[in-house]
């Protein structure tokens, strides 16, 4: 099995909303804030080759929403999906698998594209099984009011409408040659991958661990549906994490790729951080 960073591009982010309850005086020492109180976030995704696949997880926010959302949010950089692969030596036609920790537009959005002449959507990945599971498709399909405005139909609905939609099913192995952990905190039912590479264990974070300034476990966002889930989830997770020396690959750090966690008198902390180029 080999792994490949890529990059989708950055974009920004209300500081307060991404830390709840927490003060800006305390979160901005790891994640500055500009003028507007925003502050930059990537929208980083990982490929899988494994054999005869090759697994994307999860794809950033694409391209077919107008100026005025993305406007939102802020867009900065120069990374793209299709660069970031060409980079490695693929093409989107190569993908086999695009898998979605879950639906939130900044992790959903690429699966989509529109067609030549913009007349419809269509799959941006048209040799690829897509992989979601039943429990978060079907919240994310019937969506709460808090989470409507993340869960865009033109993301979801043509994924199940091009018949290439799958459901991981227990832990996901057999189907995807890597184990699932699943967490409700953020949203029912997100996914995290994790990967056995060599001697190392790698779990791809999603929305569980933004970014390093959420390892403290007060630190949670002010999206999540499940604040105090969340909290639980963390707690256990990290010292899982700390007791095995996982890498934690960071999804929406805008400055760290991978870090590892360490046990602390205060609790679990971070210990050192990495990029790609420094481990593989």
């Not at 949203?187 to 995290?192: D, I, P, S, V, W």
């Amino acid at each position: 099995m080999k792994i490949y960073p890529i990059e989708t591009g950055n974009f920004k982010l209300d500081g307060g909303a991404m830390f709840g309850v927490v003060p800006k005086s305390l979160w901005q020492r790891t994640n500055p804030a500009d003028a507007n109180n925003l502050i930059s976030m990537s929208m980083r995704c990982l490929l899988i080759e494994d054999q005869e696949r090759l697994i994307l997880v999860d794809t950033g926010l694409g391209s077919k929403q107008s100026d005025k959302f993305f406007g939102y949010y802020d867009l900065f950089g120069d990374f793209s999906l299709d660069a970031s692969l060409k980079e490695h030596g693929f093409h989107r036609d190569d993908i086999t698998d695009v898998f979605l920790t879950h639906l939130h537009f900044d992790h959903c959005g690429g699966a989509i594209q529109w067609n030549a002449n913009r007349t419809h959507y269509e799959p941006a990945f048209k040799n690829a099984k897509f992989w979601s599971n039943e429990n978060h498709w079907q919240w994310a399909t019937n969506p709460n009011p808090r989470e409507k405005a993340s869960f865009l139909k033109e993301n979801i609905n043509p994924i199940e409408e091009s018949g290439q939609l799958n459901f991981v099913r227990g832990n996901g192995f057999d189907q995807l040659g890597f184990e699932v952990l699943f967490m409700d905190g953020h949203t029912e039912k997100q996914m995290l991958p994790k990967l056995r590479i060599g001697d190392q264990t790698l779990v791809f974070m999603a929305d569980l661990l933004p970014t390093v300034g959420h390892i403290p476990l007060p630190y949670v966002m002010g999206y999540d549906t499940r604040p105090l889930l969340t909290l639980q989830e963390k707690e256990l997770f990290l010292n899982e994490a700390a007791d095995n020396n996982y890498l934690l690959f960071l999804e929406h750090d805008a400055y760290n790729t991978l870090c590892t966690v360490t046990h602390t008198e205060k609790g679990v902390r971070l210990q050192d951080t990495f990029q790609f180029s420094d481990l593989f």
